[in-house]
């Protein structure tokens, strides 16, 4: 029996949810960052499927939702597959993972929007220099592995 994909209210929902304890680095709570890579990829012009793998583009990478509770959310195949596109796995060398971004249908614009929060300036003033330096450079170096503008 297959069931009926998420609407994007119950995606917010499960990654407001499942994100609910966790602060970014600023130590905003993190749904902030979620919202604006989801609001991020609407304004570029993503798709609802784009936009859901927004919401949950860090689910499984940060250990909010095992693989085996993501493997069973009902989501559409391209949902699904956008998400596991911009999960880094550990060790993974950052080309790699660009590749896999490139790869995928639908994923470059959910990174790119997800690029794009990171590196906001208003974000990085609040962080210490090193951080905000190496945080600029990560962001740079993979903008550029996916051929993104800096």
Do not use: C
């Amino acid at each position: 029996m297959t069931r009926t994909p998420l609407s994007l209210t119950e995606v917010e929902e499960l990654a407001r949810a499942a994100h609910a304890t966790q602060t970014d680095k600023a130590g905003r709570p993190y749904a902030e960052h979620l919202a604006a890579v989801a609001e991020g990829v609407r304004t570029r012009g993503g798709d609802m499927e784009q936009i859901a793998a927004a919401w949950l583009h860090d689910a499984v990478e940060d250990h909010v939702l095992t693989p085996e509770r993501f493997a069973a959310t009902p989501l559409t195949a391209r949902t699904r597959a956008i998400v596991l596109a911009v999960t880094k796995r550990p060790g993974e060398p950052p080309e790699a993972y660009a590749r896999r971004i490139l790869g995928t249908p639908g994923a470059l614009l959910v990174k790119q929007a997800d690029l794009a929060h990171n590196a906001d300036p208003g974000r990085l003033a609040v962080l210490d220099e090193a951080t905000r330096r190496r945080l600029t450079e990560k962001y740079a170096r993979m903008r550029a592995l996916l051929g993104l503008p800096s």
